[in-house]
């Protein structure tokens, strides 16, 4: 059978498609368009209400799917589910077959192998066993190891790899311990044995994730925590041709001098660290139960650029929680003025049920204010990485080439920085290229092939001219 999944919401649901995916390409079914699939699955988000109406609006197209072909497989799965027995999600989505918790594609295998004739059985073991041998050397193939769909195999360059599921803080505006549980540390072997297999199939950079990575391994007594990680995950990528490793999401009160140090001393563990403020006024920061003040903060953050070297700072921020006054609010701009972080995920708040933020909390802010702070805050960090970005003007930078676009190669810098190129001499996915920075702009910059690679080009060019036969 052919498959198709509508991914929704952040890394770690991109991480649990691809999870999904592979287990459906080990049952012999392959990756198709949502036209031609025989098993469509949406992967969903709930973070915030637009994200909720988005799934609602698929799962109606579904039903219609359903109702026109009912051996269709319908799959729902993530945040709209969560972790507890969806039984009234059941009643209301009658369209569904199969519900899958976040992180858990066993639901699907379950239901497909249970629906195969023992005719199809027996194509999937035969399927099953050619999968496997794909995994080249993998000695009874490695746990947490995964199967990329064919399209992606050779092709993908940077994946994401789940490290701690769910998370066990309690921010009053967070709607992700009830949907994804408390926090739970994948084993070390399993870790591993994904990167590996990803490298196999010429993924070039990992991401290691969780909603708070640095608290990896924090579950497992005397288990190895994330710097100890970045170590293992580190020597596998040198043995299987790993250029680059990235880890998110952190959290302030976990982020420890040894944590920063290991980032700077590993060659292969990038300079960025993704560390959430969420708002700048203390008093917000208290009602949204995040631990830290703004002081603590912007220590932080000094520390980080004390440690490791020319190292690129994301942070997210949540505008208009409840009672955020224009004073509260000002005081957010003002730190993000001052810190100039290199970049700033934005959201307006969005009571989420359950969270003791709508059960306690009256959403006051006027959505039209809302709005109005979102955008002075877009424009101040335009305005700040604008200028960040201006320092590499004439610089040279190595890139790790993602893909192509309208015919210009693009990769990230180890700031994950966007850039492109042009080169038509080879094809530079996956590759890591010396470029030299002639254009930037806040959100991309533009370059050129840079020293030998710049100097082999211009030979080949004259060459041609002089012999153009
Ligand atoms: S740290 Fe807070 S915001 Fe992040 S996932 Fe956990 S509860 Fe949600």
New binding site residues.
């Given amino acids: 059978m052919r498959y198709h999944i509508w991914t929704l919401g952040c890394q770690m649901n991109v991480a649990d498609t691809q999870r999904l995916a592979s287990e459906l390409e080990r049952l012999g079914h392959h990756a198709a368009g949502p036209g031609d699939a025989d098993i469509l699955v949406i992967n969903t988000c709930v973070v915030r209400q637009s994200a909720e109406d988005k799934a609602y609006g698929r799962l109606r197209e579904l039903a219609q799917i359903k109702r026109d072909d009912p051996g269709k497989v319908i799959g729902l799965m993530g945040c709209l589910v969560g972790v507890r027995d969806p039984l009234r999600l059941r009643e209301k989505l009658p369209q569904v077959d199969v519900f899958l918790p976040p992180s858990d594609p066993a639901p699907m295998v379950a239901f497909l192998s249970e629906r195969a004739a023992e005719g199809e059985a027996r194509a999937q073991d035969a399927a099953a066993r050619a999968a496997r041998d794909h995994l080249q050397d993998f000695a009874d193939e490695a746990p947490g190891a995964i199967l990329l769909p064919e399209g992606e195999r050779g092709m993908l360059v940077s994946a994401h790899v789940p490290v701690v599921y769910g998370?066990s803080?309690?921010?009053t505006?967070?709607i992700?311990?009830y949907r994804r549980g408390v926090e739970q540390s994948r084993p070390v072997g399993e870790i591993v044995g994904h990167v590996r297999s990803l490298a196999r199939q010429g993924v070039r950079e990992v991401t290691l994730l969780g909603?708070?990575v640095d608290r990896y391994g924090k579950d497992v007594p005397d288990g190895p925590d994330l710097s100890a990680l970045l170590r293992l995950v580190h020597d596998a990528a040198e043995q299987e041709g790993i250029q680059r490793i990235r880890f998110l999401?952190s959290?302030p009160n976990w982020m420890t001098n040894e944590l920063l140090d290991t980032v700077a001393e590993l060659p292969r563990v990038m300079p960025q660290i993704e560390v959430?403020v969420?708002a700048g006024s203390d008093e917000v920061l208290a009602r949204m139960r995040?631990g830290y003040t703004v002081a603590q903060y912007r220590e932080l953050i000094a520390r980080i650029r004390a440690r490791i070297p020319g190292v690129a700072i994301h942070c997210d921020v949540i505008v208009g929680f409840p009672g955020e006054t224009d004073a509260q609010f000002q005081e957010t701009y003002d730190l993000l003025a001052e810190l100039k972080l290199d970049k700033v995920h934005l959201a307006r708040y969005s009571p989420r049920p359950h969270t003791v933020s709508a059960r306690t909390m009256p959403d006051d802010v006027p959505a039209e204010e809302k709005k109005r702070r979102h955008a002075a805050l877009e424009a101040l960090q335009e305005q700040v990485v604008a200028a960040i970005n201006r320092e590499y003007l004439g610089q040279t930078v190595e890139v790790l080439v993602e893909d192509q676009v309208k015919g210009k190669w693009r990769g990230r810098t180890p700031q994950n920085k966007l850039v492109f190129f042009s080169d038509d001499s080879r094809d530079w996915r996956g590759q890591l290229a010396q470029v030299q920075v002639t254009w930037t702009g806040p959100w991309s910059m533009q370059a050129r092939l840079a020293g030998a690679e710049r100097q082999a080009l211009e030979h080949r060019v004259l060459d041609e001219r002089r012999d153009p036969g």
Avoid: L, N, V
Wanted: net charge positive; proline share 13%.
């Fill in positions: 998370c803080h309690a921010c505006f967070c992700i311990p909603q708070i999401t959290h959430p969420q995040r």
